[in-house]
Nanobody, 116 residues
Framework: QVHLVESGGGLLQPGGSLRLSCAASGFTFNMYAMSWYRQAPGKERELVAT????????NYANSVEGRCTITRDNTKNTVYLQINSLKPEDTAVYYC?????????WGQGTQVTVSS
């Protein structure tokens, strides 16, 4: 059974930083790319960042490019997302995602609110 559990959200100040974690289990973590998505109120879920299976390649959405770093620790079966210089528009529920064969799995999400 695939499980993805996000943590690290909360209420943050504009200009601050966040670091989210996603602990994975139930599959061979080091064989699959991992992604972070987010969904703001009233908006569609959007891709934030993707990292390949060994952490050597990553891609970012334009909205976070230059402020965001996705990393992974294959010894801990965990993927991380760091966003710096937070903006109110970063407010969203952040989700971890993996695609295994043709099946897409999601975590339950973690709320991030950026407000002064």
């Amino acid at each position: 059974q695939v499980h993805l559990v996000e943590s690290g959200g909360g209420l943050l100040q504009p200009g601050g930083s966040l670091r989210l974690s996603c602990a994975a289990s139930g599959f061979t973590f080091n064989m699959y790319a991992m992604s972070w998505y987010r969904q703001a109120p009233g908006k569609e879920r959007e891709l934030v960042a993707t990292i390949n299976y060994n952490g050597e390649s990553a891609n970012y959405a334009n909205s976070v490019e230059g402020r965001c770093t996705i990393t992974r620790d294959n010894t801990k079966n965990t993927v991380y997302l760091q966003i710096n210089s937070l903006k109110p528009e970063d407010t969203a529920v952040y989700y971890c995602q993996v695609i295994i064969i043709i099946q897409t799995y999601w975590g339950q999400g973690t709320q991030v609110t950026v407000s002064s």
